[in-house]
């Protein structure tokens, strides 16, 4: 599974951008995906996640409501929709997929996108 991940940008803070990932894979409704991020010196992280199936959403505890995950199976792209952002979200964000499953939304991510940078000023 080819994961193309775009939108990234530079924002002042409170500002918003829209991620997208998007994929060839035919099965991409059997699929859960996922954005992580990870800023320069520090570990990737989790940031959210979306089920298969579109039903159930996950989001890291700073999210805190100002992000917002969604997929459209018929285009074969999950979107991130984040507002509010804040000089901490600046980091390389990067979309994942892992074959449904269960247990946490967190951890079974086999395809990575390529990542695309974030930047956000205060």
């Known amino acids: 599974v080819q994961l193309q991940a775009s939108g990234g940008g530079s924002v002042q803070a409170g500002g918003s951008l829209r991620l997208s990932c998007t994929t060839s894979e035919r099965t991409f409704s059997r699929y859960d995906m996922g954005w992580f991020r990870q800023a320069p010196g520090k570990e990737r992280e989790f940031v959210t996640a979306i089920n298969w199936s579109g039903t159930s959403t996950y989001y890291a505890d700073f999210v805190n409501g100002r992000f917002t995950i969604s997929r459209d199976d018929a285009k074969s792209t999950v979107n991130l929709q984040m507002n509010s952002l804040r000089p901490e979200d600046t980091a390389v964000y990067y979309c994942?997929?892992?074959?449904?499953?269960?247990?946490?939304?967190?951890?079974?991510?086999?395809?990575w996108g390529q990542g695309t940078q974030v930047t956000v000023s205060s």
């Open positions: 994942a997929a892992r074959p449904r499953m269960s247990g946490s939304a967190r951890y079974g991510y086999e395809y």
